[in-house]
Protein backbone atom coordinates (compact mmCIF):
# COMPACT_ATOMS: atom_id res chain seq x y z
CA UNK A 1 0.00 0.00 0.00
CA UNK A 2 1.33 3.36 -0.88
CA UNK A 3 2.03 5.52 1.77
CA UNK A 4 0.09 8.52 0.13
CA UNK A 5 -3.11 7.81 -1.83
CA UNK A 6 -4.90 10.38 -4.06
CA UNK A 7 -8.68 9.78 -5.45
CA UNK A 8 -9.97 10.47 -7.71
CA UNK A 9 -6.77 9.68 -10.02
CA UNK A 10 -9.09 11.36 -13.05
CA UNK A 11 -11.14 13.63 -12.96
CA UNK A 12 -13.14 15.93 -15.24
CA UNK A 13 -15.07 19.25 -14.74
CA UNK A 14 -17.30 21.41 -16.48
CA UNK A 15 -15.89 25.37 -16.51
CA UNK A 16 -17.73 26.75 -13.25
CA UNK A 17 -17.78 23.48 -11.11
CA UNK A 18 -16.88 23.25 -7.56
CA UNK A 19 -14.16 20.27 -7.44
CA UNK A 20 -12.44 18.43 -4.63
CA UNK A 21 -9.11 16.10 -4.53
CA UNK A 22 -8.44 13.72 -1.57
CA UNK A 23 -4.87 12.78 -0.13
CA UNK A 24 -4.58 10.13 2.77
CA UNK A 25 -1.40 9.41 4.25
CA UNK A 26 -0.38 6.53 6.67
CA UNK A 27 2.76 8.34 8.06
CA UNK A 28 3.56 10.96 10.81
CA UNK A 29 4.07 14.22 8.86
CA UNK A 30 5.59 17.94 9.64
CA UNK A 31 4.02 19.42 6.53
CA UNK A 32 2.12 18.35 3.27
CA UNK A 33 2.19 19.79 -0.12
CA UNK A 34 0.12 20.41 -2.81
CA UNK A 35 1.62 20.75 -6.22
CA UNK A 36 0.60 21.27 -9.83
CA UNK A 37 1.64 20.28 -13.07
CA UNK A 38 1.31 20.76 -15.89
CA UNK A 39 2.22 19.38 -19.67
CA UNK A 40 4.85 19.91 -19.99
CA UNK A 41 6.49 18.97 -16.74
CA UNK A 42 7.43 22.01 -15.09
CA UNK A 43 5.72 21.87 -11.05
CA UNK A 44 4.51 24.86 -8.88
CA UNK A 45 3.70 24.35 -5.27
CA UNK A 46 0.64 25.09 -4.64
CA UNK A 47 0.44 25.27 -0.50
CA UNK A 48 2.40 23.90 2.18
CA UNK A 49 -0.07 23.01 5.27
CA UNK A 50 0.92 21.48 9.06
CA UNK A 51 -2.95 22.20 9.80
CA UNK A 52 -6.36 24.15 9.13
CA UNK A 53 -7.04 25.53 6.31
CA UNK A 54 -5.31 28.01 3.75
CA UNK A 55 -6.92 29.96 0.60
CA UNK A 56 -5.33 31.11 -2.61
CA UNK A 57 -7.39 32.64 -4.70
CA UNK A 58 -10.13 30.45 -6.03
CA UNK A 59 -7.80 27.18 -4.51
CA UNK A 60 -8.64 26.15 -0.63
CA UNK A 61 -6.39 23.42 1.25
CA UNK A 62 -7.37 21.72 4.59
CA UNK A 63 -5.62 19.02 6.22
CA UNK A 64 -6.84 16.91 9.23
CA UNK A 65 -3.48 15.60 11.39
CA UNK A 66 -6.28 13.61 13.48
CA UNK A 67 -7.53 11.76 10.39
CA UNK A 68 -4.35 11.68 8.23
CA UNK A 69 -6.04 13.98 5.33
CA UNK A 70 -6.34 16.69 3.47
CA UNK A 71 -8.17 18.27 0.74
CA UNK A 72 -7.78 20.95 -2.24
CA UNK A 73 -10.82 22.60 -3.32
CA UNK A 74 -11.23 24.52 -6.65
CA UNK A 75 -14.47 26.50 -6.45
CA UNK A 76 -15.30 28.00 -10.03
CA UNK A 77 -13.10 25.93 -11.95
CA UNK A 78 -11.85 27.09 -14.97
CA UNK A 79 -9.85 25.27 -18.58
CA UNK A 80 -6.80 26.91 -17.45
CA UNK A 81 -7.17 24.66 -14.09
CA UNK A 82 -6.58 21.98 -16.05
CA UNK A 83 -3.37 20.00 -14.79
CA UNK A 84 -1.65 16.52 -12.74
CA UNK A 85 -2.14 18.15 -8.77
CA UNK A 86 0.44 16.10 -6.40
CA UNK A 87 -0.24 15.70 -2.74
CA UNK A 88 3.09 14.95 -1.19
CA UNK A 89 3.85 14.99 2.61
CA UNK A 90 7.37 15.68 4.08
CA UNK A 91 7.67 13.05 7.26
CA UNK A 92 10.09 15.87 9.12
CA UNK A 93 12.83 14.64 6.59
CA UNK A 94 13.01 16.80 3.66
CA UNK A 95 12.47 13.33 2.08
CA UNK A 96 9.22 14.09 0.12
CA UNK A 97 7.16 11.39 -0.08
CA UNK A 98 4.17 12.12 -3.52
CA UNK A 99 1.03 10.53 -4.44
CA UNK A 100 0.32 9.47 -7.79
CA UNK A 101 -1.41 12.76 -8.87
CA UNK A 102 -4.71 13.67 -9.88
CA UNK A 103 -5.70 14.57 -13.53
CA UNK A 104 -8.36 17.37 -13.77
CA UNK A 105 -9.29 18.41 -17.02
CA UNK A 106 -11.99 21.22 -17.22
CA UNK A 107 -14.15 21.79 -20.02
CA UNK A 108 -15.41 25.01 -21.48
CA UNK B 1 13.89 37.11 -8.23
CA UNK B 2 15.14 34.64 -10.30
CA UNK B 3 13.45 30.76 -9.83
CA UNK B 4 15.21 27.45 -9.78
CA UNK B 5 16.67 27.03 -12.99
CA UNK B 6 17.83 24.05 -14.65
CA UNK B 7 19.99 22.99 -17.27
CA UNK B 8 19.92 21.79 -19.56
CA UNK B 9 16.00 21.28 -20.59
CA UNK B 10 16.70 18.45 -22.90
CA UNK B 11 19.37 15.72 -23.18
CA UNK B 12 19.54 12.54 -24.94
CA UNK B 13 22.35 10.34 -23.91
CA UNK B 14 23.04 6.22 -25.13
CA UNK B 15 23.38 3.68 -22.40
CA UNK B 16 26.82 3.88 -20.86
CA UNK B 17 27.19 7.15 -20.58
CA UNK B 18 27.35 9.33 -17.79
CA UNK B 19 25.28 12.51 -17.64
CA UNK B 20 25.14 15.81 -15.02
CA UNK B 21 22.38 17.75 -14.37
CA UNK B 22 22.90 21.36 -12.93
CA UNK B 23 20.39 22.98 -10.54
CA UNK B 24 20.68 26.79 -9.44
CA UNK B 25 18.51 27.39 -6.66
CA UNK B 26 17.01 30.87 -6.01
CA UNK B 27 18.86 33.17 -4.27
CA UNK B 28 19.66 32.75 -0.90
CA UNK B 29 17.78 29.52 -0.75
CA UNK B 30 20.44 26.76 0.65
CA UNK B 31 18.78 23.50 0.36
CA UNK B 32 18.37 22.22 -2.70
CA UNK B 33 16.58 18.83 -3.53
CA UNK B 34 16.29 16.23 -6.50
CA UNK B 35 13.88 14.07 -7.92
CA UNK B 36 13.24 11.45 -10.26
CA UNK B 37 9.53 10.96 -12.58
CA UNK B 38 8.75 8.38 -14.37
CA UNK B 39 5.16 7.29 -15.84
CA UNK B 40 5.88 3.93 -14.41
CA UNK B 41 7.25 5.67 -10.81
CA UNK B 42 6.18 8.67 -10.57
CA UNK B 43 7.72 11.49 -8.69
CA UNK B 44 10.51 9.81 -6.37
CA UNK B 45 13.09 11.42 -4.43
CA UNK B 46 16.42 11.49 -5.11
CA UNK B 47 18.45 13.31 -2.60
CA UNK B 48 18.70 16.42 -0.72
CA UNK B 49 21.83 18.93 0.22
CA UNK B 50 22.43 21.69 2.70
CA UNK B 51 24.95 24.13 2.86
CA UNK B 52 27.34 21.57 0.49
CA UNK B 53 26.36 18.47 2.50
CA UNK B 54 23.84 15.58 1.43
CA UNK B 55 21.14 15.34 4.67
CA UNK B 56 19.38 12.48 2.67
CA UNK B 57 19.31 10.02 0.15
CA UNK B 58 16.27 7.83 -1.75
CA UNK B 59 16.26 4.66 -2.78
CA UNK B 60 18.55 4.50 -5.59
CA UNK B 61 21.82 2.67 -6.61
CA UNK B 62 25.44 4.29 -6.41
CA UNK B 63 25.22 5.13 -10.14
CA UNK B 64 23.19 7.90 -9.03
CA UNK B 65 24.82 11.06 -7.08
CA UNK B 66 25.32 14.82 -6.33
CA UNK B 67 27.20 17.66 -4.46
CA UNK B 68 26.28 21.18 -3.84
CA UNK B 69 28.89 24.28 -4.39
CA UNK B 70 29.44 26.70 -1.28
CA UNK B 71 27.07 29.25 -4.16
CA UNK B 72 24.24 26.35 -3.30
CA UNK B 73 24.46 25.29 -7.12
CA UNK B 74 23.92 22.19 -7.46
CA UNK B 75 24.88 19.24 -10.05
CA UNK B 76 23.61 15.31 -9.77
CA UNK B 77 25.82 12.47 -12.34
CA UNK B 78 24.34 9.37 -13.26
CA UNK B 79 27.27 7.49 -14.12
CA UNK B 80 26.76 3.71 -16.88
CA UNK B 81 23.37 5.06 -17.70
CA UNK B 82 20.58 2.39 -18.53
CA UNK B 83 17.21 2.75 -20.55
CA UNK B 84 15.52 2.80 -17.68
CA UNK B 85 16.88 6.29 -16.49
CA UNK B 86 14.98 8.14 -19.16
CA UNK B 87 12.96 10.25 -16.86
CA UNK B 88 12.01 13.72 -15.98
CA UNK B 89 14.60 15.36 -13.43
CA UNK B 90 13.25 17.86 -11.37
CA UNK B 91 14.93 20.10 -8.45
CA UNK B 92 13.70 21.84 -6.21
CA UNK B 93 14.85 24.65 -3.10
CA UNK B 94 14.11 25.73 -0.10
CA UNK B 95 15.31 27.98 2.57
CA UNK B 96 15.16 25.69 4.77
CA UNK B 97 13.39 22.54 6.34
CA UNK B 98 9.67 22.41 6.64
CA UNK B 99 9.74 25.74 4.26
CA UNK B 100 7.92 25.40 1.10
CA UNK B 101 9.51 24.32 -2.20
CA UNK B 102 10.49 26.08 -5.48
CA UNK B 103 10.84 23.67 -8.62
CA UNK B 104 12.60 24.15 -11.49
CA UNK B 105 10.92 23.25 -14.91
CA UNK B 106 13.18 19.74 -14.95
CA UNK B 107 15.48 18.24 -17.20
CA UNK B 108 13.88 15.63 -19.69
CA UNK B 109 16.74 13.09 -20.03
CA UNK B 110 16.47 10.44 -22.75
CA UNK B 111 18.77 7.32 -22.89
CA UNK B 112 18.90 5.64 -26.04
Known amino acids: KNEVEQSPQNLTAQEGEFITINCSYS?????LHWLQQHPGGGIVSLFM???GKKKHGRLIATINIQEKHSSLHITASHPRDSAVYIC??????????FGTGTRLQVFP | KAGVTQTPRYLIKTRGQQVTLSCSPI?????VSWYQQTPGQGLQFLFE???????NKGNFPGRFSGRQFSNSRSEMNVSTLELGDSALYLC???????????FGSGTRLTVV
Open chain 1, 49 to 51: LSS
Open chain 1, 88 to 97: AVAPGTDKLI
Open chain 2, 49 to 55: YFSETQR
Open chain 2, 92 to 102: ASSEARNYGYT
Open chain 2, 27 to 31: SGHRS
Open chain 1, 27 to 31: VGISA
